[in-house]
């Protein structure tokens, strides 16, 4: 699966580079947008509408001090605020079925689950 890193910021790609090698050869993007997302792993900070539509999300989780919010972020800020690369199931109820949980796994029109039959949440 391919890996993208979507940030803007100097810090964020500096501390990916130093603590996770694992994601070196990751494209790094400043925007993304559906197309980018779909059917990959992202590392980010994604609104919660944009890390529902990747394949994986993983995200920069750390405790931002109220006064720094906002400021730019450096490496070193980010291992002071405790950053970590966490993995995140981020689903709306109508993307998986309410009846066997499976995720994304719909009939070809979209109306029930391809693996029980079910009809999806939010469709007639
Ligand atoms: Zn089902």
């Given amino acids: ?39 990959r792993r992202i590392i980010g900070m994604l609104p919660i509408h944009m890390a529902a539509m990747c394949k994986e999300y993983w995200h920069l989780e750390m405790t ?6 906002g400021t730019e972020i450096s490496c070193e800020d980010m291992e002071n605020f405790g950053c970590k690369i966490s993995q995140f199931l981020v689903v709306a109820p109508g993307d998986f079925c309410q009846v066997c949980y499976e995720i994304g796994s719909w009939t070809h029109d ?14 007639k």
């Fill in 1 to 39: 699966m391919e890996t993208k890193i979507v940030t803007r910021h100097a810090g964020a790609m500096e501390w990916i580079a130093k603590h996770h090698l694992e994601f070196g050869d990751a494209e790094v993007i400043a925007h993304a947008d559906v197309g980018d997302l779909k059917g």
């Fill in 64 to 69: 931002v001090p109220a006064d720094r919010r």
């Fill in 110 to 123: 979209g109306l029930r689950c391809a693996e029980c039959g079910a009809p999806r949440k939010g469709q």
